[in-house]
C-alpha cells in the first residue's frame, strides 16, 4: 500500500479471463496461483484496492495487447489524461 498523495495515477490492467489464463500457464505458474489470478480478475481485486486507497485510477485493457502498445496506453494516459477515469 502507497498512500494516495504519493500516486499521481494508478492504473490497473485488466484481461479476459481466457487470455490470462493461457499467459499463466506460459509462465509455468502452478494450479493456485493461476486460481488466485483468475479470482482476482473475476473480482476486480486490484481496482476495488485502489479505490478503496483513494487512488485516481484508470482502467487498461490488455487482452489483446502487446506490452509495447500497453506502456504506450499508460504515458499517453499520463500526459493527456482522456477522461477514462474510474474515479
Not at 13 to 32: M, V
Amino acid at each position: 500500500y502507497i498512500p494516495y498523495r504519493y500516486i499521481g495515477l494508478c492504473v490497473v490492467c485488466i484481461c479476459e479471463l481466457h487470455e490470462l489464463k493461457k499467459r499463466l500457464l506460459e509462465r509455468g505458474y502452478n494450479e493456485q496461483k493461476i486460481k488466485d489470478n483468475l479470482d482476482s480478475e473475476i473480482f476486480s481485486t486490484c481496482l476495488i484496492d485502489a479505490l478503496e486507497f483513494g487512488h485516481r485510477v484508470v482502467e487498461i485493457d490488455t487482452t489483446s495487447e502487446e506490452i509495447d502498445n500497453t506502456l504506450y496506453k499508460i504515458l499517453e494516459e499520463m500526459e493527456n489524461p482522456t477522461g477514462r477515469f474510474i474515479y
